[in-house]
Each structure stands twice: as C-alpha cells, then as structure tokens.
T-cell receptor
Framework: AQKITQTQPGMFVQEKEAVTLDCTYD???????LFWYKQPSSGEMIFLIY??????QNATEGRYSLNFQKARKSANLVISASQLGDSAMYFC????????????FGPGTRLSVLP | EAQVTQNPRYLITVTGKKLTVTCSQN?????MSWYRQDPGLGLRQIYY???????DKGDVPEGYKVSRKEKRNFPLILESPSPNQTSLYFC???????????FGEGSRLTVL
C-alpha cells in the first residue's frame, strides 16, 4: 500500500534563509507522481510542485524545488529565501500512475518563518 | 477559469438535520474526492470517485454518502450529522491517472 511520511510536525526558519521539508514515500509501482501543497492559515490548498518518477531532473518552480532521490524514496521540498508568507502547513502527496489510482497524503509539516 | 466550487462555504447546523455539501468542477475531470481536515489529523479521505457511477470508500466514510451521477458533480451527503462531523471539508478533482489534484476552497461545517 502507498504511504507518505513527513517526520517534521513543525519547523522554524529565519526569513531569507532556505528550508527543507522532508517527505518519504513507499510504493512498489515504478510509475508515480509526487506533489507538494501549501495550506496557509486562510485554509485553501495551493498546489506548489510536481515530480514524476521518470523525470530526469528535479522539479523547480520559482523559489520551490523538489529534491528527488528515487533510490531513497524521498521527495523533499526546498524553499529558498524564505518569506513571511511562506508560513503555512505543507503536505506531500503521491499518486501511482495509471487508471484507478488514488492520491495519498502525508500528515503535513507546519512551517513558521521568523522575521 | 478552471475551478472546483463547493457550497456552502460555512454552515452551522444541528444534530440530525440532513445536509448536502455540493461540489462541482469545470475541468472535465474523471477523478473526484472528498476530504475532511481536523486539527492535528491532516487530510483524511472520505470517499472518492474514479468516474461517473463509480465511487469508493476512503479512510473515514462512516456517516457520509456520496453520489456521482454526472461527471462534474460530486455531492457529499450527511444524512444525520453529529457533532463529531464538525470539520473543514475539501472537495478535489483531477485527471484520471495523472496531473495534480485541484481543491475547492473548503467548507467549514459545525454541527451543534
């Protein structure tokens, strides 16, 4: 069965510094996608970044990058130059490819950016 | 604009009074899902649907019903709400087999 682990319930980072949020996953399927979502205090779920299991390069979207280590089954989110607005809950998710596959979410990490 | 629309966004109701939370998406997505979010418990899946007339239980289906008669709509029904169903509910949709999950804005439900 698919499973996502986020071992950091909460993290603090100083403004303008980089931070890494950990995510490990478990699947036996060679084809899958990994996703990160941000949930600010206002409550909405915001899609940040996607990494496919066959992608040769790590995904990047602006200040967000995904450190994908396939052999270790980890998909850590790196936020560079943290901003106060980055304070939020962050969820890692996975879906195996193909018809009929469900999404699985991790428990989330609460990031607090300090001024 | 591509979106998932949930209604109502906020609702206070009383125990036992049936209610429906509607969810509609305009992206022709086959996959739709309902989640509830409670403090410290992350997102828990209630039901999901891979296509019209195909629904499956998620992790916490007790006390909820769903139907998928049309591709765009996936309502969540609470036949007899109880206080432990007080929660923030999200509807979401996606292409079948690939692509990210698009979330609605959430529906905050309080059952007294």
């Amino acid at each position: 069965a698919q499973k996502i682990t986020q071992t950091q319930p909460g993290m603090f980072v100083q403004e303008k510094e980089a931070v890494t949020l950990d995510c490990t996953y478990d699947t036996s399927d060679p084809s899958y996608g990994l996703f990160w979502y941000k949930q600010p205090s206002s409550g909405e779920m915001i899609f940040l970044i996607y990494q496919g299991s066959y992608d040769q390069q790590n995904a990047t979207e602006g200040r967000y990058s995904l450190n994908f280590q396939k052999a270790r089954k980890s998909a850590n989110l790196v936020i560079s130059a943290s901003q106060l607005g980055d304070s939020a809950m962050y969820f890692c998710a996975m879906r195996e490819s193909g018809y009929g596959q469900n999404f699985v979410f991790g428990p989330g990490t609460r990031l607090s950016v300090l001024p | 604009e591509a979106q998932v629309t949930q209604n109502p966004r906020y609702l206070i109701t009383v125990t036992g009074k049936k209610l429906t939370v509607t969810c509609s998406q305009n992206m022709n997505h086959e996959y739709m899902s309902w989640y509830r979010q409670d403090p410290g418990l992350g997102l828990r899946q209630i039901y999901y649907s891979m296509n019209v007339e195909v629904t499956d239980k998620g992790d916490v289906p007790e006390g909820y019903k769903v139907s998928r008669k049309e591709k765009r709509n996936f309502p969540l029904i609470l036949e007899s709400p109880s206080p432990n169903q007080t929660s923030l509910y999200f509807c979401a949709s996606s292409q079948q087999g690939y692509g990210e999950l698009f979330f609605g804005e959430g529906s905050r439900l309080t059952v007294l």
